[in-house]
Nanobody
Framework: QLQLVESGGGLVQPGGSLRLSCAAS????????IGWFRQAPGKEREGVSC????????NYADSEKGRFTISKNNAKNTVYLQMNSLKPEDTAVYYC????????????????WGQGTQVTVSS
């Protein structure tokens, strides 16, 4: 069974940091790109970041550039999203998803999705 499981969400104060993890089972991430998406209440799901299968290409949404860093550990079959300088507007459920090889920031291009992890940025 192909599965992605997110973890690492929680409550953090503005300016704080969190590291999200996306662990794959049933398939190897060596051949798959992983995208991070988020959805806030009443808003559409939006792309946050993506890393290609070989880790050589990364994409970020403009609002995340310089604050978020995506990385991949194929040996652990896990992708990470390091989030720094968090803002209240980063509050959302964060999802990871997989697609073959190359990156995309469009959710419809991804097949397997995780269940999501809640990130809340509040004082």
């Amino acid at each position: 069974q192909l599965q992605l499981v997110e973890s690492g969400g929680g409550l953090v104060q503005p300016g704080g940091s969190l590291r999200l993890s996306c662990a794959a089972s049933g398939f190897t991430l060596r051949y798959y790109a992983i995208g991070w998406f988020r959805q806030a209440p009443g808003k559409e799901r939006e792309g946050v970041s993506c890393i290609s299968a070989n880790g050589g290409s990364t994409n970020y949404a403009d609002s995340e550039k310089g604050r978020f860093t995506i990385s991949k550990n194929n040996a652990k079959n896990t992708v990470y999203l390091q989030m720094n300088s968090l803002k209240p507007e980063d509050t959302a459920v964060y999802y990871c998803a997989s697609r073959w090889a190359s990156c995309s920031m469009t959710s419809g291009n991804f097949g397997v999705w995780g269940q999501g992890t809640q990130v809340t940025v509040s004082s």
